[in-house]
């Protein structure tokens, strides 16, 4: 489970190297760590900014605007049959082109189509379970409330700074070869399987991990 997500996080700063991305979902009671997992890859994904409860018009204003990970605390809301629009949108962003809000603006000198990009990578993070079509974009992590105490990721603390300068300094050294990398990508998995597995591979592929492990991340997509 560490290795998929530290491969996750790695794999945010490439995004836009991905025709499609990975979500994913914490799922568990209230205090196994969900909201402090959060706050980690908060520290340490590519651009990213933690929101609880978004409307349609802040999600794609936001993403729009950052071009980075967006991360969503107490998500229950998204079983709400009365969220279709938000689901929709967050389920068909999880592709390059997919989840677009396209809003008319009208002005004095006419009628304007603006279009606000939703693709990104995204984080949600619920005590139940959420709409079966976003689920399915979603790597599934359940979490279970542990007897430690761990101590709060301070967000001043300098590790963080310096852990982002070695993810940026990757993401600028490294992307020719994540572009040559990823085509050879999800040859033995099919259709989305396939698209949300590319991401991670190429990633593993791109820190030379081993097959054995590559097999056994592997697991969370089959």
Same mark, same amino acid.
């Given at each position: 489970?560490?290795?998929?997500?530290?491969?996750?996080?790695?794999?945010?700063?490439?995004?836009?190297?991905?025709?499609?991305?990975?979500?994913? /979902?914490?799922?568990?009671?209230? =205090?196994?760590?969900?909201?402090? @997992?959060? !706050?980690?890859? +908060?520290? $340490? &994904?590519?651009?990213?900014?933690?929101?609880?409860?978004?409307?349609?018009?802040? /999600?794609?204003?936001?993403?729009? =605007?950052?071009?980075?990970?967006? @991360?969503? !605390?107490?998500? +229950?809301? $998204? &079983?709400?049959?009365?969220?279709?629009?938000?689901?929709?949108?967050?389920?068909?962003?999880?592709?390059?082109?997919? =989840?677009?809000?396209?809003?008319?603006?009208?002005?004095?000198?006419?009628?304007?189509?603006?279009?606000?990009?939703?693709?990104?990578?995204?984080?949600?993070?619920?005590?139940?379970?959420?709409?079966?079509?976003?689920?399915?974009?979603?790597?599934?992590?359940?979490?279970?409330r542990g007897e430690n105490d761990f101590p709060y990721p301070k967000a001043s603390s300098p590790i963080w700074r310096e852990?982002?300068?070695?993810?940026?300094?990757?993401?600028?050294?490294?992307?020719?070869?994540?572009?040559?990398?990823?085509?050879?990508?999800?040859?033995?998995?099919?259709?989305?399987?396939?698209?949300?597995?590319?991401?991670?591979?190429?990633?593993?592929?791109?820190?030379?991990?081993?097959?054995?492990?590559?097999?056994?991340?592997?697991?969370?997509?089959?």
């Amino acid at each position: 489970i560490y290795g998929l997500l530290s491969a996750w996080i790695i794999a945010t700063y490439f995004y836009q190297i991905f025709d499609a991305f990975p979500f994913l /979902l914490l799922l568990g009671k209230k =205090g196994c760590g969900k909201s402090r @997992l959060l !706050d980690i890859l +908060e520290r $340490l &994904s590519f651009n990213a900014i933690k929101t609880k409860g978004v409307t349609v018009a802040a /999600l794609s204003d936001t993403t729009d =605007g950052i071009r980075g990970t967006f @991360l969503i !605390d107490q998500a +229950e809301s $998204l &079983s709400n049959p009365d969220n279709g629009e938000m689901v929709g949108i967050l389920a068909d962003s999880y592709s390059r082109g997919g =989840g677009k809000r396209r809003v008319v603006d009208m002005s004095s000198k006419g009628r304007k189509v603006l279009e606000f990009e939703t693709y990104s990578p995204k984080v949600f993070a619920t005590y139940k379970n959420i709409h079966y079509d976003l689920r399915d974009r979603c790597i599934e992590m359940v979490m279970l409330r542990g007897e430690n105490d761990f101590p709060y990721p301070k967000a001043s603390s300098p590790i963080w700074r310096e852990m982002r300068d070695e993810l940026y300094r990757l993401l600028l050294t490294q992307w020719k070869e994540v572009v040559k990398i990823y085509p050879q990508t999800g040859m033995h998995v099919k259709n989305r399987v396939k698209e949300l597995w590319q991401p991670i591979e190429t990633v593993l592929k791109l820190e030379n991990i081993s097959n054995e492990e590559v097999n056994s991340i592997k697991t969370f997509f089959d």
